[in-house]
């Protein structure tokens, strides 16, 4: 069987844990691919509140089998805590969730690395969230990581050891102020990884890869969103992962003739955390209305989100890159009420109008070109069909259709699994 993929087109927080959640019944086995527990995925169902950082999305249904793929980077503190969160729920954790022996360890170390670098770079600071995500990748990929497999070798405390001691050396170059208690991170960080080594490692590539020869169905969840990414994204104000499709194939051993549909999933309008380039973005009213309807706080984080009109450019740009065939629509019961809105469909670019997402981004380069539409008044949170919708809305859908040239199978009017209208 082919693989599926599901993805985020903006910079993250599009809703991608809620669709994850709503899809996992037509699948056997839910994917992680990429990113660490700086991202939080949300699912709201029975009038309760979820947020999953490092598991996948599929872990509330009965019968999905959720992987951690080798592309993830796990803290086990934090992954601990994630456990406890969902010891109430009556989840058989050891049958349900299993990790693959290649994902790479968060140690206590990566995150004063992390806050240690951030702070020395001053006014010039990226936005990280301080979780250790970057020095977890820089390690990985300057082969010195430590990785789930090795918990099972006898000398793998050595390593742990032999790596703190590095980073402690890189931590005093920085020559910032990081207060820390080594031995009291270190006591809740091996506690973690107790409870972490009572879960299933499996050689993940292996696993899919007889998965599919058996027919079972696999749905590959990315974290963060597109523009994130290490590559395509607005660097260096980007994740350190492969945040687009090409990341499934590497964070999870999956071929990419084996990828079959990609669910890009994207706002109304369009949000971001932390610095960066955001050429749609609102200063006004307008979008101070857009963050507090929407209610626009990070679910890691609680960093406010900064808000904007959707941005065609953006959009069309990722879905290209990922070659997306189907797009879900979140949020559009957040702009019911605008009397106007606006989608930005070209840049001024140095003077010249341009359709394409250039080198550069930032404001000083960037205008912003707008096609204006009639906003709706109706509530859409209690519709259940598309056929409740209000024209304006049809008439919002319908254009962004026919400039993506994909459609729009799914709409998200309210946060609930249940407030999912399928087209």
């Known amino acids: 069987m082919a693989v599926d993929l599901l993805l985020g087109l903006q910079w993250g927080d599009e809703g991608k844990g809620k669709i994850v959640d709503v899809l996992t019944a037509n699948y056997d086995i839910i994917a992680r691919f990429q990113g660490g527990p700086n991202a939080g995925h949300t699912l709201e169902f029975d009038g309760i509140k979820h947020v999953l950082r490092t598991i996948p999305s599929g872990i509330f249904h009965e019968t999905a089998t959720n992987v951690i793929g080798n592309g993830v980077v796990i803290d086990p503190v934090v992954f601990k805590k994630e456990l406890d969160g969902l010891a109430k729920f009556d989840i058989d954790i050891h049958k349900k969730l299993i990790i693959s022996r290649k994902a790479h360890l968060i140690l206590p170390t990566h995150r004063l690395l992390d806050a240690a670098s951030e702070a020395a770079k001053g006014k010039a600071k990226i936005g990280s969230t301080l979780k250790g995500i970057g ?81 079972k169905t696999i749905l590959a969840e990315g974290a963060q969103g597109s523009l994130l990414d290490i590559d395509f994204g607005t660097y260096p104000f980007v994740t350190s992962s492969t945040t687009t499709a090409a990341g499934a194939c590497t964070g999870l051993g999956v071929a990419p003739n084996k990828i079959k549909d990609v669910f890009g999933i994207f706002k109304a309008y369009t949000t971001r955390v932390g610095s960066g380039p955001f050429p749609t973005e609102l200063f006004d009213d307008v979008g101070s209305d857009m963050a507090r309807i929407g209610h626009e706080f990070g679910a890691v984080t609680g960093r406010p989100r900064r808000c904007g009109w959707l941005d065609l450019v953006a959009l069309k740009y990722t879905a290209q890159v990922n070659g997306v065939t189907q797009l879900m629509m979140m949020k559009g019961d957040v702009l019911s009420g605008f009397k106007t809105l606006k989608v930005c469909t070209a840049y001024k670019y140095k003077g010249e109008t341009i359709s394409h997402l250039p080198y550069n981004i930032e404001p000083e380069n960037i205008e912003p070109i707008y096609t204006d539409f009639k906003g709706w008044k109706e509530d859409l949170t209690q519709m259940t069909d598309p056929s409740q919708f209000p024209k304006e809305l049809n008439d919002y859908i319908d254009f962004l259709e026919k400039e993506l040239e994909i459609p729009i199978k799914i709409v998200s009017v309210g946060p609930d699994r249940t407030q999912t209208i399928h087209r």
């Open 135 to 215: 020095p977890t990748y820089m390690d990985k990929t300057g082969r010195n990581g430590i990785r789930v497999g090795d918990l099972e070798l006898d000398n793998w405390k050595e390593k742990y050891r032999a790596l703190t001691n590095k980073h402690e050396a890189m931590i005093n170059f920085y020559n910032v102020d990081v207060q820390y208690d080594l031995q009291e991170l270190e006591d809740e960080f091996f506690a973690a990884v107790k409870v972490l080594k009572t879960l299933q490692f499996i050689d993940s590539e292996e696993y899919l890869h007889q998965a599919q020869k058996s027919g």
